[in-house]
Nanobody, 114 residues
């Protein structure tokens, strides 16, 4: 499965962005999807996750501001981000996790200015 992330950019604090991650080459709906981010000088961290059944998880710092969703017909997972903060700055990666495999997208840069 190959993933293509997009939607990053430069936004002022308080603004919004929607990231997209399109999957190809596999059965999208049978897998878990996640968004991770890596801030400068920090380790990559899990931001949001959606299971095959639609359950969601968010890291505490984004809860209430970020929403993960998926469109199985389009093989795409989204991350809607509102009320962005400078500490949300980083490269955002999508990841697909299936039985016995996982795959990363190439990352999309989000920069939030204060």
């Amino acid at each position: 499965v190959q993933l293509q992330a997009s939607g990053g950019g430069l936004v002022q604090a308080g603004g919004s962005l929607r990231l997209s991650c399109a999957a190809s080459g596999g059965i999208f709906s049978n897998n878990e999807m996640g968004w991770y981010r890596q801030a400068p000088g920090k380790q990559r961290e899990l931001v949001a996750m959606m299971t095959r059944g639609g359950s969601t998880y968010y890291t505490e710092s984004v809860r209430g501001r970020f929403t993960i969703s998926r469109d199985n017909a389009k093989n795409t997972v989204y991350l809607q981000m509102i009320s962005l903060k400078p500490e949300d700055t980083g490269v955002y990666y999508c990841k697909i996790i299936g039985p016995g495999f996982d795959s990363w997208g190439q990352g999309t840069l989000v920069t939030v200015s204060s």
